[in-house]
């Protein structure tokens, strides 16, 4: 599976847009990119995954550059709630039987 | 969507016995869940592979002896520390993979927290 990397930590006003980037350059056709984060105390909750279209749902987006080699999770309104850390992971998931490598994510901070 | 369900929450014990935590894949098969263990402030680390009808895959220093999985059913897998010492105090996650979602989502449970005084 690819390596991620993120920055260690971000803030974002409430109300406004948070994007959290993901660099993922080594990764192969197959591998789709994952977005889990982790409110404190909390399991990890999926957010939204993707392969090289763009992604949206309830909860997010996801821009994926043309090359595939990084990625945007946009929180188009964060909240107070939105305050997590946020990993990005690249897998191949029909090969993968579930089994998910943890990096250090990013400290999502939303600010009043 | 899918949810992979922990019990208990948290569980306090003394330092010498054992404990068991059980995750549960509450609306779908898990032929393999994953346990996690979470220390203040740090990442998820990957422990074990929790295999339906077969023994575990531990990861490299993860003691197999203290850590027992036992994968019993297709939605219930439990992870039991045995001999708990004050270092086991942690927060443990489970995961399992959802074969028939959408891009084969992983699920993860709610967490339980041990604390060994």
């Known amino acids: 599976d690819a390596k991620t990397t993120q920055p260690p930590s971000m803030d974002c006003a409430e109300g406004r847009a948070a994007n959290l980037p993901c660099n993922h350059s080594?990764?192969?056709?197959?591998?789709?990119v994952y977005w889990y984060r982790q409110i404190h105390s909390q399991g990890p909750q999926y957010i939204i995954h993707?392969?090289?279209n763009n992604e949206t749902n309830e909860m997010a987006s996801l821009i994926i550059t043309e090359d595939r080699k990084s990625s945007t999770l946009i929180l188009p309104h964060a909240t107070l709630r939105d305050t997590a850390v946020y990993y990005c992971?690249?897998?191949?998931?029909?090969?993968?039987?579930?089994?998910?490598?943890f990096g250090q994510g990013t400290t999502l901070q939303v600010k009043p | 969507g899918a949810v992979v369900s922990q019990h208990p929450s948290w569980v306090i014990c003394k330092s010498g016995t054992s404990v068991k935590i059980e995750c549960r894949s509450l609306?779908?098969?898990?032929?393999?869940m994953f346990w996690y263990r979470q220390f203040p402030k740090q990442s998820l680390m990957l422990m074990a592979t929790?295999?339906?009808?077969?023994?575990?895959?531990?990861e490299q220093g993860v003691e197999k002896d203290k850590f027992l999985i036992n994968h019993a059913s297709l939605t219930l897998s439990t992870l039991t520390v045995t001999s708990a010492h004050p270092e086991d105090s942690s927060f443990y996650i489970c995961?399992?993979?959802?074969?028939?979602?959408?891009?084969?989502?992983?699920?993860f449970g709610e967490g339980s927290w041990l604390t060994v005084v």
């Open positions: 995961s399992a993979r959802d074969r028939h979602s959408s891009g084969n989502t992983i699920y």
């Open positions: 080594t990764i192969s056709g197959n591998e789709y």
């Open positions: 993707g392969l090289k």
């Open positions: 992971i690249v897998i191949w998931p029909v090969s993968n039987t579930g089994k998910l490598i």
């Open positions: 609306d779908f098969q898990a032929t393999t």
């Open positions: 929790s295999n339906e009808g077969s023994k575990a895959t531990y």
